[in-house]
């Protein structure tokens, strides 16, 4: 249908020719750098026409990338907190220590042995609990701090 106004132009800069890279650029949940993290249970929640698109872009993603050599991921959730909120199994967990130096001062450290000057203002990811619900068991739960698979009994 014809329509006697005039068509307006396109106001603002031309479309990227990254745009993944531009929105992944910017902070969201679940990105962290180098990676897209989506929660299986969330995907699986989306509405259906939504689930189909996704299902059509995955399959062509690993149709062209299924070659190469892919590694096993493990996703530890993880939540950013201040070394001097964290107890001692959280600090290994992070690869840190606190010791009390001579004066009875807390002092922390790398493993390495490297003092952190400000630990008050130093944050560091420590696992958590995931809050994503989820149908199944949270993976946590089979997931020590160290990320090591507890022994599983089979009844």
Request: aromatic residues 8%; hydrophobic residues 30%; charged residues 25%.
């Amino acid at each position: 249908m014809y329509t006697p106004e005039p068509i307006q132009p396109h106001l603002g800069p031309p479309a990227s020719s990254t745009p993944l890279r531009d929105y992944l650029a910017r902070p969201h949940p679940g990105v962290p750098d180098g990676y897209v993290v989506l929660p299986k249970s969330l995907a699986e929640a989306m509405p259906l026409p939504w689930q189909q698109a996704l299902t059509q872009i995955l399959a062509e993603f690993h149709q062209t990338y299924g070659h190469l050599n892919w590694p096993e991921y493990r996703v530890v959730p993880s939540r950013r907190e201040r070394l001097v909120n964290l107890d001692e199994d959280q600090l290994a967990e992070v690869g840190y220590l606190v010791e009390i130096d001579a004066d009875g001062e807390l002092v922390y450290r790398e493993r390495s042995g490297r003092r952190i000057e400000d630990p008050e203002h130093t944050e560091v990811l420590v696992s958590c609990l995931d809050p994503i619900p989820s149908q199944h068991r949270n993976a946590n739960q089979d997931t020590p701090p160290r990320g090591f698979p507890t022994q599983q009994s089979w009844r």
